[in-house]
């Protein structure tokens, strides 16, 4: 396996890039400063699942190891790719701790083998697609800075190669109650890192879910942990590519992620609920997912706040779409028992509207002074 000597001595012995790539993670390499010792840095672990993305993983891969992070653990599980992706595998070899070729169901399934294999502190995945930032994991190591902080989240730069001119970045920001940061924000994968044991312990990734398994695991996490061991970072860790072959861009990741807060709301004593997300959401039905994880009686209580906020949030999206067929009956769900004071006063306007709309009376909405905020 790779040694960990000087920058210099490392780029002469690494694999050379393609013709005409220079820049990272081509011809540049991070690390100058880490000293010998890897006893000094926690281990990261990353895996990188692979399925034909010949056209991108070598960036991928040569934003892992030009990181020249002395205490890394890299692996990469292929599920049987038919392109030139064997090719480049072949070429870093010696430079990947675990490569894996074998038929897999999917992303979840290489994940979790992966997983099996890691022996890291701090853990998490990359697609094959997607590439890391210079120094992504010097900054990582340095922001595990406590035992009490269970993940690192970073801002990721997203780019689009369909429509060029699309850039932007993206952090994840969490709100001032779980339950909101339950039901309103999503992870941000790639650039969020977890302290192995923490993420293990949370079980598998679920592998009937094709495209938001990180968000399944995600909410099991806020359950359990909460929010008070997450550190945000404004450093940009990973870019995100978005392309015609993705995932991203060919996907159902909206009826996958209705299925699991269905769920939950089944599972956590909210028929109304979960009536009202079946009815939104067509594709969605009591028999096809099952959110799996055990809620003891606080994190019940906790996973009704999330859907009641969350069907809050329905409802003023419906009317302020204008989209008012099922407004009235989207408002009737929720119990605003579970609401903060805050999403109570936005819930009585809405309740008042819902009234008005059942009975015919919306022309009288003009004298409905009090605007709907725009953040609550």
């Known amino acids: 396996m790779h040694s960990k000597n000087s920058s210099q001595d490392f780029i002469n012995r690494f694999p050379p890039p393609p013709e005409g790539k220079s820049g990272w993670p081509w011809t540049q390499i991070t690390g100058k400063e880490f000293r010998k010792s890897s006893e000094l840095y926690p281990k990261i672990s990353v895996i990188t ?5 010949g056209e991108y993983i070598e960036q991928t891969i040569r934003s892992v190891l030009l990181q020249n992070y002395p205490n890394l653990e890299y692996i990469v599980i292929d599920g049987g790719s038919t392109d030139n ?31 099996k294999m890691c022996s890291g502190e701090i853990f998490n995945w990359i697609n094959s697609d997607d590439y890391y930032e210079p120094e992504c994991f010097k900054n990582i190591a340095e922001e595990f800075n406590s035992r009490n902080i269970y993940s690192v989240s970073g801002a990721y730069r997203f780019f689009s190669e369909v429509n060029g001119d699309r850039e932007k970045i993206i952090c994840m920001k969490l709100r001032d109650y779980i339950e909101e ?38 909410k099991k996490y806020l359950f359990r942990y909460g929010q008070d061991n997450i550190k945000i970072t404004g450093k940009v860790f990973a870019n995100f590519r978005y392309h015609p072959l993705s995932k991203t861009y060919n996907n ?14 089944r599972k956590n004593g909210m028929p109304e609920i979960a009536d009202v997300l079946r009815k939104i959401y067509t594709k969605i039905s009591d028999k096809n997912f099952e959110f799996d994880f055990s809620f003891n009686e606080s994190e019940v209580i906790t996973a009704r706040k999330a859907l009641n906020y969350y069907i809050l949030l329905e ?6 779409e204008n989209n008012t067929d099922m407004f009235p009956e989207i408002v009737t769900a929720i119990n605003p028992a579970y609401l903060s004071e805050k999403s109570r006063a936005v819930y009585k306007i ?27």
């Open 49 to 53: 699942p692979s399925f034909n993305q």
């Open 85 to 115: 992706t064997p090719e480049i595998l072949k070429k870093y070899e010696n430079w990947i701790d675990r490569i894996v070729i074998e038929k897999d169901s999917g992303q979840s399934d290489a994940v979790n083998k992966g997983i």
């Open 181 to 218: 940061t339950i039901a309103d924000v999503p992870i941000n994968q790639i650039s969020t890192f977890f302290r192995l044991k923490i993420f293990k312990s949370l079980g598998k990734l679920d592998e009937r879910l094709e495209f938001v398994m990180d968000q399944d695991i995600w």
């Open 252 to 265: 159902e990741f909206k009826t996958e992620y209705m299925r699991i807060y269905h769920s939950i709301a």
């Open 315 to 320: 409802a003023k999206k419906s009317i302020t």
């Open 350 to 376: 809405l309740k008042l509207k819902s009234k008005l709309y059942k009975y015919n009376l919306d022309f009288l909405l003009k004298y409905v002074k009090k605007p709907l905020p725009k953040k609550f």
